[in-house]
């Protein structure tokens, strides 16, 4: 009995304890003038992270105009990596060329746009950057699954695909233009499937 009485005593003392004075989230204060417990960061501010100074970087534009440069170089295992988040993240509604008929639009879904359509050959790489980052019509942005660089890596394999179906011999770095002419002749049957023999295939879209 005693033993009870004083594990009573005993957890009326720690309860003191749990109730110390705090506010739940978005209480209401009188302290503050706006009547609010939850304090926003003091104007100015920028948590540890978000400092976004690079405009082009983070926005694909400079003073509200799309830039056409990338704002960091691209090396092969950039586009590597572009290649691998374009098949992850655009192929089920764009196809792995691009064109727009990717899985989910055999099975019914919308039509999603073509990149080998004259407008958008001609849209600024910052275009790109930003349908990804903030959608465009009926396509959802990306920003909260591609991270910021992987999106401009994935418009780097866009490029690529681009002109995969839209380039001609002048393209080809003099020297290496007898290689296409020579893997032509070998399989003429597979030619459509080099980028400068399919450029008549790609004015379809
Ligand atoms: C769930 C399907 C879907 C996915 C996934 C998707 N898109 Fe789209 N996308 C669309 C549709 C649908 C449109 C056409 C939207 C419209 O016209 O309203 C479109 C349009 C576009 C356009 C053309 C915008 C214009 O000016 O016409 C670009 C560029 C584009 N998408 C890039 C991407 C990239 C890059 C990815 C991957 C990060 C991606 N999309 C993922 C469905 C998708």
């Not at 033993?3 to 009188?30: F, I, K």
């Not at 999106?151 to 866009?158: E, G, N």
């Not at 290496?176 to 400068?196: F, I, N, Q, W, Y």
Request: charged share 25%.
């Amino acid at each position: 009995m005693f033993l009870a009485a004083a594990a009573l005593v005993a957890a009326g003392c720690r309860q003191d304890m749990h109730d110390t004075p705090r506010y739940e989230a978005y209480e209401a204060s009188a302290t503050f003038a706006d009547g609010r417990a939850s304090r926003g960061a003091p104007t100015g501010t920028v948590a540890r992270g978000w400092l976004r100074e690079d405009e082009a970087l983070y926005t694909g534009k400079v003073a509200g105009e799309l830039v056409d440069q990338f704002p960091f170089a691209i090396a092969h295992a950039d586009l590597m990596r572009g290649q691998q988040r374009f098949n992850i993240y655009c192929t089920p509604c764009h196809g792995k060329l691009g064109d727009g008929h990717g899985m989910v639009v055999q099975r019914g879904l919308r039509q999603a746009a073509s990149y080998h359509q004259d407008r958008l050959r001609e849209e600024k790489a910052g275009y790109f950057f930003d349908v990804i980052t903030n959608g465009f019509g009926a396509m959802q942005g990306y920003a909260e699954q591609v991270p910021v660089r992987d999106r401009w890596l994935i418009v780097a394999y866009v490029r690529a695909l681009q002109l995969s179906q839209h380039a001609s011999v002048n393209d080809v770095p003099a020297d290496k233009r007898g290689e296409l002419d020579a893997s032509a002749a070998e399989t003429p049957s597979a030619s459509t499937e080099k980028p400068v023999a399919a450029a008549p295939a790609a004015e379809k879209h």
